[in-house]
Structures are given as structure tokens and as C-alpha cells.
């Protein structure tokens, strides 16, 4: 077992001079959770691995999404048993390994009685869905074990969902899938298993080059974005992981491949309205070809999405439009009683672009692409991967790496890290405030020297949950800055920053100063 214990506590150490002097098995471009997989799974296959990411790790796409780990049961409608079986056991890794960041995640569907969703129908489907997923709760902790699934009568529906819709209710469909209510957290806690397996992960550091000799690859070029040095990073395999990046980047470096990433939108909206339910409901507005949105209990706010529509902008920061916003808080106000939702409610948006099925529609691709550009005609040791969700993330990275090392290599127990050490993990109550010293200040500390935090939002936004309440997070961001030791420019600089991070994620413009 590769356990903490028996390794030494490494930091996600950020000296990019050190690390060029180093030649890597395997340089992976882009620390979203595609990246960060990518570089744990090589790591625990004994590959020599170096992480470059141009932002902030998990500050893209990664950091959008619903915080749900999926199991299977969405895909027993297209009967695609494979993904059932890979969502199921993935989901399955993340309990295992991030018990405490992963929790069981009861879902709620009101049934109405149209098509596949009666109640007779659904039931069958739970059924097939616990068997089908029968050993979901092998090795994870009794307390996270998911129940099976049931069908509930309108009574225990309206007790679970005061608010529903009770005409023509038939009962309603429960069972369980994972929250991670700070994805973030685990993104993080997945780069510093990599580190202590002896991963190198680097962030600030922008790709712009492919270094090529003969028509093989021989490492990278990366620009320092915090001093805008540039340096130089050998391989003879490069992975880009770089999400909505990708196909513009295995563009520049070999050729355009359509395949890897045809733009969608996808979007999550988080309400300063407490959440409707314990459980996660699904909800169906009344239309043709609705689709369904989930509506979630995130640390007590309403929480909904996923929004898709079809992208046509070369904008890799999408945002949706203020009527595409107030489309959505209709359509949610018209399928759930007295909901009444405006859109100054809007606390936050979560936006991201997917790849999609095909150019110009809002279906997300079903599976991932792994394109070897060397047997494309390209580089040798190039390679581009495109994902399609955060729960998957670690098997494609398992697959890319036996795609590029061959089957033979071993992955030491892809389970396995010792949670019983403790983390820094810096997740906080959402009213909590920085006043008593109780020890808030070393374990802000510890994170900002060993979490390779550079500006003031990686801290908040990214390693602790303290930006989750952004009036807290600004009105203490001096106190935060002070950890820092930045003079009073940069610190006004800083706090800048992170203004900018919330304004570009929100429709109202909320005071945020008090
Ligand atoms: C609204 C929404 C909701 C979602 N909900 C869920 C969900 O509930 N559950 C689920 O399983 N999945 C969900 N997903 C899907 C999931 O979030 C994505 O599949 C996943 O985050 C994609 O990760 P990635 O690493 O490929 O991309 P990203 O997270 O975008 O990472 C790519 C990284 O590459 C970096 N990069 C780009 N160019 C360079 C360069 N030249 N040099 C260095 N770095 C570079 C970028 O800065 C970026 O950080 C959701 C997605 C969205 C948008």
C-alpha cells in the first residue's frame, strides 16, 4: 500500500530553475483534474513526472463543476453498462481515498408518471442499478456507504421536498450518488499524493512551446508568469491535458484534431437562498424536451444546474448572458411551488466550456479522446487528452499512461493513501472570521508554504474554503495578506485580484465592499 506514513511529507514545491535541470519520464500540460490525475497516476506507476499549469491549479473547468461524483444510474438509460461499471468504481476511488471530502449524496426525483419516469419503470431501474453497482461500497467506510435505491409515495416526496409540484405526482425516485462539496480541496490533496510519490506539479508556469528533434519530442518550453522567465523542461513525452485548451494547443504544436473539443457551455448557478432539501432534487421543468436540472444543497445554499448550450466564441471564459440567466431562474420558478427566485439572488455563477458530441450542439461528448499524435503523423511523444468528467478523471489518466508506457506498467494500488495523517485542509464554517487566534494562522501558514500558493485567491479561493463567503473573504482580506508579509501595494494588488475573480462570476453587481 502506498501509504503516507512510510513517505515524507512533501510540499508542492514551486522552483521552476530547479526542476528544469531535471529530465522527466512524462511532462503533463494543465493542472485541472485531468492534469492532477494524470500526474498522481504516473507518479504511483513510478514515472518521473512534472506538472505545468499556466493559472492556478483546478482554476478552470475543474473548478465549475456541480460537485457531484456520479455513479452510474444516468447511463442505464443508453443501457452503456461500460460507463456504468467505470463511473461506479471511480466513484468508488474517491470515497475510498477522500473520505472526508467526499460524502453520500441522496438524490430526490419526483415521478409524474410520463414515459420512463413511473414509477414501476424507475423501480425497475434502482434495482438494476444497485446490482449493477453491488460492490459500490467495497473498502469504504462504513459511514459513507451508499444505501440502495427506492421508490417513495407522494407523502414522503412532499416531506423530503415541501415545495414540489403535487399535481399529477405519482411518488418520487431516491438514491445516492457523492457530493464533494470542495472539489477543490481534493484537486489540491491529489497534487500533494502525486508530490509525495515524488511528482513535481508547478503552477503559474504557461506551455509555450513543444520541443521537437527528428520529428521527436524532447521536452517543453514554459514561461514563469509570475517573473515571465522562460525555461526550458525535458521529456520524451509530453501530455496535454489542458482542458478547453487542448485542441488549440495540439493545434499549435502539430495540427488541428475537430475530434478533441467541439465547444459546449455548461453552467451552475449558487443562490443566497437556503437549499430546498437535504436531499439533491430533480427537477424537470414542464416543456418538451426539458432537460433535468439538479438542485443541490451546497453548505446550505441552493445550488442548480447544469445548464448546456452550444458555444460558438474563441472566449475560453465564458459567462452566460443576463437572459440566458433569466431563462433559467424561470424555468426553475415555473417547475417548483413558491420558489420565486430573482435574479439578484444570483450569488455566483459556475461556468465551463465541455467538449460536445459535435460542432455547435449543447450534447456533451460520451467519451474521452486519447490521440497519440506521433502515429497521427505528428510528434513522437506527443499526446492530447480530452475528458468529459471530474468522476472519471483518474481512470483516463490510467488509460493514457498504459497507452503511452504500455500495458506492463504498474500502477502501485491506484487506492491507498493513508487518511489518517492529518491534513491542512482548511475548510471552514461559511460564517467563521478570523478573530480568536485558535491556530487559524498556522494552519493558513502551513498551506500558503506547502501548497504552492502564490496570490492572494489561490489561498482563499482554491487551498481553504474561505472564499466561499466573499463579503468574509474581502472584508479579512488584509488580515490573510498579513500571512504574506506583501507590502501595501501588493497587497491592494492582491485584493484587487480577487475582487476581479468574484465580479467576473456574477450577473448582479453586489456590493461587496461591506
Ligand atoms: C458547469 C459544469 C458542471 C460540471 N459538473 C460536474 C460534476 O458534477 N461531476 C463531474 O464529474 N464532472 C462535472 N463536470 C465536468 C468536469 O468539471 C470536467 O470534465 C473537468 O473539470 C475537466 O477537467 P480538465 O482537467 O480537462 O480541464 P480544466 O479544469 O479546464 O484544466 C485544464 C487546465 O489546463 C491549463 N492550461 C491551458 N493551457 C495551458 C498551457 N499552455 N500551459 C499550462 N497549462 C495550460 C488551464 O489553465 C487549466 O487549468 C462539470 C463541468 C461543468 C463546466
Known amino acids: 500500500m502506498a501509504g503516507r506514513r512510510s513517505i515524507e511529507m512533501k510540499k508542492i514545491e514551486r522552483d521552476l530553475g530547479k526542476a528544469s535541470n531535471e529530465n522527466y519520464d512524462v511532462i503533463i500540460i494543465g493542472g485541472g483534474i485531468y492534469g492532477a490525475c494524470l500526474l498522481l497516476t504516473a507518479a504511483q506507476a513510478g514515472k518521473k513526472a512534472l506538472l505545468l499549469e499556466k493559472e492556478d491549479f483546478g482554476a478552470a473547468t475543474s473548478f465549475n463543476n456541480l ?50 419516469y413511473r414509477p414501476s419503470i424507475f423501480r425497475l431501474a434502482l434495482i438494476l442499478n444497485d446490482l ?41 425516485a431516491v438514491w445516492y450518488d457523492g457530493a464533494m462539496p470542495d472539489s477543490q480541496k481534493v484537486l489540491i490533496e491529489i497534487i500533494k499524493w502525486a508530490c509525495e510519490l515524488g511528482g ?23 514561461q514563469d508568469k509570475t517573473s515571465e522567465y522562460l525555461y526550458e523542461f525535458s521529456s520524451s513525452k509530453v501530455i496535454n491535458s489542458s482542458g478547453p485548451w487542448c485542441r488549440s494547443l495540439a493545434a499549435k504544436f502539430d495540427r488541428d484534431y475537430p475530434e478533441l ?47 448546456h448550450s452550444p458555444w460558438n466564441n474563441n472566449s475560453r471564459k465564458p459567462i452566460p448572458d443576463e437572459n440566458a440567466v433569466k431563462n433559467f431562474i424561470t424555468e426553475l420558478n415555473s417547475s417548483i411551488n413558491d420558489l420565486n427566485l430573482s435574479e439578484s439572488d444570483v450569488l455566483q455563477i459556475f461556468p465551463g466550456l465541455l467538449p460536445a458530441k459535435e460542432e455547435g450542439s449543447d450534447k456533451i461528448a460520451v467519451r474521452e479522446i486519447i490521440l497519440d499524435h506521433g ?29 503511452i508506457f504500455g500495458k506492463e506498467i504498474k500502477i ?42 502564490v496570490h492572494l485567491d489561490d489561498l482563499l479561493i482554491r487551498r481553504t474554503s474561505l472564499g466561499d463567503n466573499p463579503k468574509l473573504a474581502l472584508k479579512y ?30 450577473i448582479t453587481n453586489l456590493d461587496l465592499s461591506n
Open 412 to 453: 502501485s494500488s491506484p487506492d491507498g493513501r493513508d487518511t489518517a495523517t492529518s491534513r491542512e485542509l482548511g475548510i471552514f464554517e461559511n460564517h467563521w472570521i478570523p478573530e480568536k487566534p485558535n491556530g487559524w494562522e498556522t494552519t493558513l501558514k502551513n498551506i500558503i508554504q506547502n501548497e504552492s500558493v
Open 477 to 506: 482580506s488584509d488580515k490573510y495578506c498579513n500571512l504574506f508579509n506583501w507590502n501595501e501595494q501588493k497587497t491592494s494588488d492582491e485584493i484587487s485580484r480577487l475582487k476581479e475573480f468574484y465580479n467576473s462570476r456574477r
Open 375 to 403: 502515429t497521427n503523423g505528428g510528434p513522437k511523444g506527443f499526446y492530447s487528452v480530452s475528458g468529459v468528467k471530474y468522476t472519471t478523471a483518474r481512470l483516463v489518466a490510467e488509460k493514457t499512461l498504459k497507452k
Open 67 to 116: 460537485r457531484t461524483v456520479h455513479g452510474g444510474l444516468r447511463y442505464l438509460q443508453s443501457l452503456d453498462l461500460k460507463r456504468i461499471f467505470e463511473s461506479v468504481a471511480e466513484r468508488r476511488w474517491f470515497f475510498r481515498n477522500f473520505p472526508d471530502l467526499v460524502k453520500p449524496l441522496p438524490c430526490l426525483m419526483p415521478l409524474y408518471g410520463n414515459g420512463v
Open 200 to 222: 513535481k506539479a508547478i503552477n503559474y508556469a504557461e506551455v509555450t512551446d513543444l520541443k521537437i528533434k527528428n520529428g521527436l519530442v524532447t521536452g517543453v518550453k514554459a
Open 132 to 172: 449493477l453497482s453491488s460492490n459500490r461500497n467495497t473498502g469504504v467506510v462504513i459511514e459513507k456507504h451508499l444505501p440502495n435505491g427506492q421508490i417513495i409515495n407522494n407523502a414522503k416526496v412532499k416531506q423530503i421536498f415541501p415545495q414540489v409540484d403535487v399535481q399529477n405526482l405519482k411518488g418520487g
Open 261 to 307: 473539443f467541439k465547444d459546449s457551455f455548461a453552467w451552475n448557478v449558487l443562490f443566497n437562498k437556503p437549499a430546498l432539501s437535504t436531499h439533491a432534487l430533480a427537477v424537470t421543468p414542464k416543456k418538451p424536451g426539458a432537460r433535468t436540472y439538479f438542485i443541490h444543497h451546497w453548505k446550505g445554499f441552493l445550488f442548480a444546474g447544469t445548464v
